[in-house]
Structures are given as structure tokens and as C-alpha cells.
């Protein structure tokens, strides 16, 4: 019976399907080995076991990395495990910085540092480094409540801060622009408008 025992695999990894217990005891990184690994857009933060109707989170990222001890679970008959793919593990990057797009936290962590590197880094001519802002959704109780974070790296403190501060997945990064860059899009906003104006004139005359 105990050969006969089979545990489901699902999601993310290259082989989803069923793994055979044997009498070598496996767990969550055994069971993910033998269906051919992680696919590129698994999650490396979070794994999902399912047991007799119980839902837990795994540290799929303390299991992987090793920087911290975290028990690799043993599996039993009828466990079904998920592996996630990555759209709870992004971080947004946007406004004056060279490449707006999600940054994924690939394994436990990363730095507003970190994520603006991805990103390319704020652009020179129309980013401000005293105006960067951090949008977090934080829970309490059963409400959401939304706070700013502000860092002006600028500054070596708010430079050494920020290579400490640890984003959270769907955290917001947004990089405000200059005066003079917000001008220049005022005029290149407006001048359509103008251009179109001063025809109409003409054509009145």
C-alpha cells in the first residue's frame, strides 16, 4: 500500500503529474526534482501543500537559497502540491526611470536599490532623487490601509537606506519627475492643441 501511495504535483513545475511514494521518504524539494524542476515563471518564494483539505504556505525560498534553517516537509498519500507562478511576487516600477515594468523578487527579498537597478535606474534627465516613493498596502484588521514611503537619494543616508529597504511583493515604486521635465511635458501636451488652434486661425482669415 505504502508503494501504491501518490502525491499530485501542479502548476509550475516542467513534468505536473503524480510522484510515487517509495520507501525513501520525499519531500516538497524531492517532489519538484522529480517532475523536472521548476519552470522560468515558477515563484522561488512559495510553494502551496495541500492536505486533507488544509492549505499551507511553504518557504519555497528558504528551502532553495539556504540562507536559513526551514524543514523540507515530508510528503504523504494524497498531498497535492502547487507551485505558484510569479504574479504575486512582483514589485512595480514606474515614472522617471529608464524601463517601467514588474520586478520580480526572485527568491526572499529585494532592495528598492535592487529593483530601481532592474529597472535601469532613475534617468538623469527627468528623474528626481529626492522623490522617490514607495505605495504599500498594509493590512490591519480587515481593512487595507495604504502608506507612503518617501526616500531622498539625494542623499548618502537615503542612499544607504534605500539599498536596506526591503520591497514587498505589489509594493509600487514610483520615481518623480524633475520641475523641468514635468514642464516639457506640459508643452508636448499642449503644443497638438496650438498647432491645431493657430490652423484654424489661418484658415479664417
Do not use: C, W
Not at 10 to 23: C, F, I, N, R, S
Not at 114 to 143: D, H
Amino acid at each position: 500500500a505504502f508503494r501504491a501511495a501518490r502525491v499530485e504535483v501542479a502548476g509550475e513545475v516542467v513534468k505536473p503529474g503524480t510522484v510515487t511514494l517509495d520507501d525513501t521518504p520525499k519531500g516538497i524539494l524531492q517532489a519538484v526534482n522529480l517532475s523536472g524542476g521548476l519552470t522560468a515563471n515558477a515563484s522561488r518564494r512559495r510553494a502551496l501543500l495541500v492536505r486533507k483539505g488544509v492549505t499551507y504556505r511553504i518557504d519555497l525560498a528558504g528551502l532553495l537559497s539556504g540562507e536559513k534553517p526551514v524543514s523540507n516537509p515530508l510528503l504523504f498519500a494524497g498531498d497535492v502540491l502547487h507551485i505558484p507562478d510569479q504574479s504575486e511576487d512582483q514589485v512595480f516600477v514606474l515614472g522617471a526611470v529608464a524601463k517601467q515594468a514588474p520586478v520580480i523578487i526572485r527568491q526572499s527579498s529585494i532592495s528598492l536599490i535592487e529593483a530601481l537597478t532592474n529597472a535601469g535606474g532613475i534617468e538623469e534627465l527627468r528623474g528626481k532623487q529626492s522623490g522617490v516613493l514607495v505605495f504599500r498596502l498594509k493590512q490591519f484588521g480587515s481593512e487595507p490601509i495604504p502608506t507612503v514611503y518617501a526616500l531622498d537619494l539625494s542623499r548618502p543616508d537615503g542612499m544607504l537606506l534605500a539599498g536596506e529597504f526591503a520591497l514587498r511583493p505589489r509594493d509600487v515604486v514610483y520615481v518623480q519627475a524633475t520641475a523641468f521635465a514635468q514642464y516639457n511635458s506640459v508643452i508636448a501636451t499642449l503644443l497638438p492643441t496650438v498647432s491645431t488652434i493657430f490652423e484654424l486661425h489661418e484658415l479664417t482669415k
